[in-house]
């Protein structure tokens, strides 16, 4: 998602773009894999992954298809087209239908290198060098489609500029708990996790009580013979969604942390009670992993933040030439990588200015520090969505040139946080839109019947709606 969308803000800007994919299609993470990363049980710990997608076959997206899309290109339900899921929260494979319509909107196929795995970037000549002059070696293998085996190395390019996005839901983080390395039973990351039924009657321990550890626990509901969740703080844990989700299914349970690990299968939690499992799902999140990526040290990872970047997106030593799409998380996508793909590009073309290196990296760095100050974890530096949701708009209002987000969509997002944390198992059916906001999603789907989404959004706006609420669009006709 983030790399399409940075690629065709970078074509529209007149740049000649080339983009690498390791695997057969494109989607990225919504383009659902079967397979996993089995060789090692844990995930694996150690980087590359060789499956990169951790989507499991029954997720739903936790955001409405309204708050996603494209600026010129909404994520608009497709009734009555076979294969499509036009429902508010659809499933994975709708994304990777709506990303395969954009990249034929746009003709982005023609760019896009497919079984072509990057493994390394590196300056093409060693630094220091001006901005102007810094080019990028590429790097690629080949992937067999079928088998997914690298073959030797196909290709040595020269870049003038690269856009890393390659996502950050790939690479298992882990905990450290006693005695997990001597554990004889099923062992496994979400990452590595796809359907329940290879988990039927058998006791399931989940680490860990976010989105997937919610969501797989109630997959399993029903399937396992009990599901054992576990929070840092059974207090915080505690929510209405969450007593709702203990009342509905008696076969689930939640428990303070894993104190150890025992050999002969049992899990001993920190408030002293232990139970024989059969499985544990570490859902622990993920890692920020760039191992083709070479810089000499100017771009680090250390306790999931990626640094130094100004404004998540420049390396202020590599600047313009490095940049990374897609860094930020709990914000609208693709929209907000929209519009760090429209500041790359014009960044590229000269048509916008970064400052000087060293008061890029000074505000990079006072960010960070910012963000200590406020007790926000290392971990957490870019999660600027779930911190201050202010920064989004912000960024996008100064570097996207895209029209302001619609007040409807805003006030539709905060009612679905209320209702995710009121009852997490239902509330992707519910139907209690206010009135502003039902107006507004009458206005947008007056969009599905245009003949083109990407006509200007001041046009869409004065076509979709009068008085009445009559769309208006034989006008587009």
Same mark, same amino acid.
């Given at each position: 998602?983030? /790399?399409?969308?940075?690629?065709?803000?970078?074509?529209?800007?007149?740049?000649?773009?080339?983009?690498?994919?390791?695997?057969?299609?494109?989607?990225?993470?919504?383009?659902?894999?079967?397979?996993?990363?089995?060789?090692?049980?844990?995930?694996?710990?150690?980087?590359?992954?060789?499956?990169?997608?951790?989507?499991?076959?029954?997720?739903?997206?936790?955001?409405?298809?309204?708050?996603?899309?494209?600026?010129?290109?909404?994520?608009?339900?497709?009734?009555?087209?076979?294969?499509?899921?036009?429902?508010?929260?659809? /499933?994975?494979?709708?994304?990777?239908?709506y990303l395969k319509d954009f990249c034929d909107a746009f003709g982005l196929m023609d760019v896009v290198r497919l079984n072509t795995k990057v493994v390394r970037v590196a300056m093409a000549q060693p630094p220091p060098l001006p901005p102007s002059e810094m080019r990028w070696l590429v790097r690629t293998v080949r992937v067999e489609p079928d088998s997914g085996e690298e073959g030797a190395p196909v290709e040595?390019?020269?870049?003038?500029?690269?856009?890393?996005?390659?996502?950050h839901y790939s690479q298992p983080r882990l905990p450290t708990i006693q005695g997990m390395m001597e554990w004889r039973r099923r062992q496994l990351h979400s990452h590595s996790y796809r359907v329940p039924d290879t988990f039927r009657d058998e006791v399931?321990?989940?680490?860990?009580? /976010?989105?997937?550890?919610?969501?797989?626990?109630?997959?399993?509901? *029903?399937?396992? $013979?009990?599901?054992?969740?576990?929070?840092?703080?059974?207090?915080q844990a505690m929510t209405p969604a969450m007593s709702k989700m203990l009342a509905n299914h008696a076969?689930?349970?939640?428990?303070?942390?894993?104190?150890?690990?025992?050999?002969?299968?049992?899990?001993?939690?920190?408030? *002293?009670?232990?139970?024989?499992?059969?499985?544990?799902?570490?859902?622990? /999140?993920?890692?920020?992993?760039?191992?083709f990526l070479d810089t000499g040290g100017a771009v680090t990872v250390k306790d999931n933040r990626v640094s130094p970047l100004f404004k998540h997106t420049f390396p202020p030593a590599l600047a313009p030439s490095l940049a990374f799409v897609g860094i930020q998380r709990k914000l609208f996508v693709p929209w907000f990588f929209e519009a760090?793909? $429209?500041?790359?590009?014009?960044?590229?073309?000269?048509?916008?200015?970064?400052?000087?290196?060293?008061?890029?990296?000074r505000a990079a760095e006072a960010y960070c520090l910012?963000?200590?100050?406020?007790?926000?974890?290392?971990?957490?530096?870019?999660?600027? *969505?779930?911190?201050?949701?202010?920064?989004?708009?912000?960024?996008?209002?100064?570097?996207?040139?895209?029209?302001?987000?619609?007040?409807?969509?805003?006030?539709?997002?905060?009612?679905?946080?209320?209702?995710?944390?009121?009852?997490?198992?239902?509330f992707r059916d519910l139907d209690n839109d206010s009135e502003s906001v039902r107006e507004g999603v009458q206005r947008w789907l007056c969009l599905s019947d245009a003949p083109h989404q990407d006509v200007p959004e001041l046009l869409r706006l004065i076509i979709c709606m009068v008085d009445d609420g009559a769309c208006l669009v034989s006008y587009l006709r």
């Open positions: 998602m983030a /790399g399409l969308t940075a690629a065709r803000e970078l074509r529209r800007e007149g740049h000649a773009v080339t983009v690498m994919e390791q695997r057969g299609d494109v989607g990225g993470q919504w383009l659902y894999d079967p397979r996993t990363d089995e060789a090692d049980p844990l995930g694996p710990a150690a980087a590359p992954v060789k499956v990169h997608s951790s989507m499991y076959a029954s997720v739903r997206l936790l955001s409405p298809r309204e708050g996603m899309g494209v600026s010129d290109f909404q994520f608009l339900p497709r009734h009555g087209v076979a294969g499509r899921d036009p429902r508010r929260f659809p /499933g994975h494979r709708e994304v990777y239908c040595e390019e020269v870049f003038d500029a690269v856009v890393v996005a390659n996502g399931v321990v989940l680490v860990g009580c /976010g989105d997937s550890g919610m969501d797989i626990a109630l997959d399993l509901c *029903g399937v396992a $013979k009990a599901v054992y969740l576990t929070a840092k703080s059974v207090e076969d689930l349970h939640l428990h303070p942390q894993i104190d150890c690990l025992c050999e002969d299968g049992t899990v001993v939690f920190a408030d *002293g009670t232990s139970v024989v499992a059969d499985a544990i799902i570490y859902c622990t /999140g993920y890692t920020y992993s760039f191992p760090q793909g $429209k500041w790359i590009a014009r960044v590229l073309s000269g048509r916008s200015a970064l400052p000087p290196p060293d008061e890029m990296l910012a963000k200590e100050a406020a007790g926000v974890p290392a971990k957490y530096t870019h999660d600027i *969505g779930g911190f201050n949701p202010n920064e989004t708009y912000e960024f996008v209002a100064k570097y996207g040139d895209l029209p302001p987000r619609e007040q409807w969509k805003r006030e539709l997002i905060t009612a679905i946080v209320r209702d995710m944390n009121d009852d997490r198992e239902n």
